[in-house]
């Protein structure tokens, strides 16, 4: 079977399986990344995720994560929502975390993706990832033609703007590669204008140490008071770079029921937010993202909104 023939079958799995889109590439050394990554974090745009730091060898070759790798199979999964929070004054969610949180569920679609492939193809090794390991996703992604890192450094695709997760499977197969697409946001400075805190510290370029969901998600410690007052409301992530993106106004509502929020959430007022007990958090977000920041992180992000 030819290495475009396999690619064919991949392609398909994935489009059964509910994925938005597939791109494939060569399982290569990112030489150009590396020096990108390497000044971003000399710079100390990582803030205190120490985690980006680590694996640095890994991170830029896919080969050191994954021996004897060859392809990197990168895909994508809507999650736009088609609710919104009723009341326009209460604390913000960043969308992706409206649902069930999506770690486990693209990882239970990677696992069957990854058995499908043995199925059709033959012996196959690799492994799957969902933000959970030193992975340049949105760099793969881009490489494999599934859109192009803009300059809010979100991965958007023409298509379908920027809603939804990456996730890749890296394995040991000869698939046959797609080309990177060309950059399309022009002369818009949309996203580098409305973000709040000054984030961007050039285009394409974040200081991530600056971001709302940096300061609401990854911070542990006390939120620093000079940016009091410029969180927009936002209590857990930000979508306000995604908000003002042109391209999302080819957003198109996801059809995963997981991702589907409570509607108990979607009517919480700011009254409700601000008073929100241990136990109604726990009963809201039992399987959520917003577990990342847990009750106490929760009510410090609330607590500095006001």
């Not at 059809?255 to 589907?260: I, K, W």
Request: proline share 5%; net charge negative; hydrophobic share 40%.
């Amino acid at each position: 079977m030819s290495s475009e023939a396999r690619a064919a079958i991949v392609k398909q799995i994935a489009q059964r399986l509910g994925f938005m889109a597939c791109g494939i590439s060569k399982a290569t050394f990112l030489e150009e990344e590396a020096s990108r990554l390497e000044s971003w974090l000399m710079q100390n745009h990582h803030g205190e995720m120490g985690y980006m730091a680590r694996n640095f060898d890994k991170r830029i070759d896919p080969r050191k994560l994954v021996p004897g790798a060859k392809s990197v199979v990168s895909l994508l999964y809507n999650y736009y929502p088609n609710a919104s929070q009723k009341d326009k004054d209460a604390p913000k969610l960043a969308r992706y975390a409206y649902g069930k949180d999506y770690h486990p569920i693209i990882k239970d679609k990677l696992f069957e993706f990854m058995h499908e492939i043995q199925t059709k193809i033959g012996a196959v090794e690799g492994r799957v990832f969902v933000d959970s390991a030193p992975v340049l996703e949105k760099v793969w992604a881009a490489k494999s033609g599934l859109g192009w890192v803009g300059k809010n450094t979100n991965l958007i695709r023409k298509q379908n703007g920027s809603y939804f997760f990456i996730a890749e499977l890296i394995i040991d197969l000869e698939l046959a590669a797609d080309q990177a697409v060309t950059d399309h946001c022009g002369s818009c400075t949309a996203c580098l204008d409305a973000c709040p805190t000054n984030a961007f510290v050039a285009p394409y370029k974040l200081d991530a140490s600056k971001c709302i969901s940096y300061f609401t998600i990854e911070l542990k410690d006390a939120i620093p008071n000079e940016v009091k007052g410029q969180f927009d409301d936002w209590a857990f992530g930000c979508d306000i770079c995604q908000e003002v993106c042109p391209w999302n106004r080819f957003s198109t509502p996801h059809n995963e029921p997981q991702f589907e929020p409570n509607p108990e959430l979607m009517q919480l007022s700011k009254n409700d937010w601000h008073e929100i007990t241990e136990e109604v958090f726990n009963r809201l977000f039992e399987v959520s993202a917003v577990q990342r920041t847990g009750f106490n992180g929760l009510k410090r992000n609330l607590e500095f909104l006001k």
